[in-house]
């Protein structure tokens, strides 16, 4: 079965930092990603998606992913954060022969003043 | 935001009560599905539908059962109400199978 790992479940981080979020997933077939995030006390609304095409996919508020298709990988990325980042991110993987989206388990970001 | 609405937003109910959440959505979207969201487990489908009456189970469907009689509503059903139910669900929907997915607001249920 497929499996989504986000590596770091917890992250602090001072504003204007740089942050990186890993993901990783096992299905070596076509898939389509995401990235969602969740303010607190929200829903969770999407950050980006990847298809197919370039791999540097940007997404809204800055954020932006990289697909790395050696590597199973779908990092995301944003050069410097702000306070109003503090939210859960989520990764999630659809892959062709499955019937609905894998979620990682959540990274749960601070961003300190 | 999509047109997505669940109700009741809050509910507290008793163990073994039945008990029905409501999606509704406003998109004419094919798929819509029931997650629900707890600590350290992220999401996890309960249930999903591609198409009125036609509906499957997910990866933690015990104890739920769904309905969809029209497209833009999908009742999720606990038929007699766990503290092991006690989470936060939300609905959400998508165009396709393969494309991304929009959630509701949430429901937070809590059985006492």
């Known amino acids: 079965a497929q499996s989504v790992s986000q590596h770091n479940h917890h992250v602090i981080l001072s504003e204007a930092a740089s942050l990186e979020l890993g993901c990783n997933y096992s299905?070596?077939?076509?898939?389509?990603l995401f990235w969602y995030v969740q303010y607190p006390g929200q829903h969770l609304q999407l950050l980006l998606k990847?298809?197919?095409?370039?791999?540097l996919v940007k997404g809204i508020k800055g954020f932006e992913a990289e697909f790395i298709k050696s590597k199973f990988s779908f990092n995301l990325r944003k050069p410097s954060v702000q306070w109003s980042d503090t939210a859960e991110y989520f990764c999630?993987?659809?892959?062709?022969?499955?019937?609905?989206?894998?979620f990682g388990k959540g990274t749960s970001l601070l961003v300190t003043p | 935001d999509a047109g997505i609405t669940q109700s009741p937003r809050h509910k507290v109910t008793e163990t073994g009560t039945p008990v029905t959440l409501r999606c509704h959505q406003t998109e004419n979207h094919r798929y819509m599905y029931w997650y629900r969201q707890d600590p350290g487990h992220g999401l996890r489908l309960i249930h999903y539908s591609y198409g009125v009456k036609d509906t499957d189970k997910g990866e933690v469907s015990d104890g739920y059962s769904v309905s969809r009689s029209k497209t833009e509503d999908f009742l999720l059903t606990l038929e007699s109400a766990t503290s092991s139910q006690t989470s936060v669900y939300f609905c959400a929907i998508s165009e396709r199978e393969t494309y991304e997915q929009y959630f509701g607001p949430g429901t937070r249920l809590t059985v006492t």
């Open positions: 299905y070596g077939g076509t898939v389509n």
């Open positions: 999630a993987v659809y892959e062709n022969s499955g019937y609905a989206l894998n």
């Open positions: 990847y298809f197919s095409g370039d791999p």
